[in-house]
């Protein structure tokens, strides 16, 4: 499940940057090879792993540093262009060009509000505020410090999630904004200037906390759905499929909802012989659906991504 709605924020908060991709493009994306992949579909695949990396090591540490946030923008970027040196960086309305917002230009003041920022988001002493009101107030410091050329936008939705983990209001990073500020865009940037030009704090802290009720409330509902979907299947696996059946290959159906024989090899340990057989067996009984693309045969967990694009729509 973490896999599954880990993609599903790398979509949205990539579509939040006009980065946009289909899921029959990100979850074919996982079975072909890497060449065969569009860009956009790898620019999602980035942003999941920038986001896991940066969960294993908040979890661990219960730590955001700056090279946490500097590894985790590389991960989406591997560029290496790092943080901004070169002046000229300015946030513009798409269609008039309209100057809205000159972000900091000098390398040393955005490094400077870049260590303010880090000590505000680890030194508690510094603010008694409740942690999501805390976390709205970093995000948009960060998104105004606008420190990098690109993935600013997604590296601070990452450091949003990995905030709430930090400070132990998630224990899995399952809880993603991104969704509610793609059906809520025009709000999402009018309120950001809205601080800067009128120093509106209420209504920006309004909006995202707002967006992480709505967003829990339906993640719930989502991880439910798929627990549900998940028994079914174990049940029917069970009585129609019983000599394949194990907890390894379940879990192969659920983590990608696109499968091949090669997953399964790497994950059940078996053979291609084994591992083809076992998904012809799962096709024919209506647990997967087969298909090719070039010389690969891939399998889909239908039941499964419908679930998903039902969630989104």
């Given amino acids: 499940m973490i896999s599954t709605l880990g993609l599903q924020e790398a979509k949205a908060s990539s579509a ?5 991709t289909t899921h029959d493009e990100l979850f074919q994306a996982e079975v072909l090879d890497a060449q065969q992949s ?31 946030i500097l590894r985790t923008q590389a991960i989406m970027e591997p560029n290496k262009s790092g943080i901004r040196k070169i002046p000229g960086t ?20 955005i490094q400077s509000l870049l260590a303010n920022l880090v000590d505000y988001i680890t030194d508690d002493s510094l603010s008694g505020l409740d942690p999501l009101i805390k976390m709205a107030i970093m995000h948009h410091q960060f998104e105004s410090i606008h420190p990098f050329y690109d993935s600013n936008g997604r590296t601070g939705r990452i450091i949003n999630i990995l905030y709430l983990v930090k400070k132990d209001l998630l224990d899995l990073p399952i809880l993603y904004l991104s969704r509610y500020i793609v059906q809520n865009k025009d709000d999402y940037y009018r309120l950001l200037q809205s601080v800067r030009d009128h120093n509106d704090w209420s209504d920006w802290v309004s909006y995202i906390v707002r967006g992480i009720e709505i967003t829990a409330e339906e993640t719930i509902t989502f991880v439910k759905q798929i627990r549900e979907l998940v028994m079914q299947t174990t049940q029917r696996m069970r009585t129609e499929l019983p000599t394949i059946y194990s907890q390894d290959l379940l ?19 078996v053979n291609r ?10 096709s024919d009984k209506g647990f997967v659906s087969k298909h090719k693309l070039g010389r690969t045969n891939y399998f889909v967990n239908e039941p499964l991504v419908q679930l998903i694009v039902n969630q989104e729509n």
């Fill in 16 to 20: 939040i940057e006009n980065i946009i």
């Fill in 38 to 68: 569009n860009s956009a579909a790898k620019e999602v695949e980035n942003y999941r792993a920038a986001l896991w990396r940066g969960y294993q090591q908040t979890r661990d540490t219960k730590l955001i540093r700056l090279d946490d």
């Fill in 90 to 109: 300015v946030i513009s309305n798409v269609k008039t060009k309209k100057v809205i917002y000159t972000a900091p230009q000098h390398p040393d003041e």
């Fill in 251 to 269: 879990n192969n159906l659920f983590s990608q909802p696109y499968t091949k024989a090669q997953f399964l090899i790497d994950q059940l340990g």
């Fill in 273 to 282: 012989i084994t591992a083809t057989k076992y998904l012809n067996q799962l």
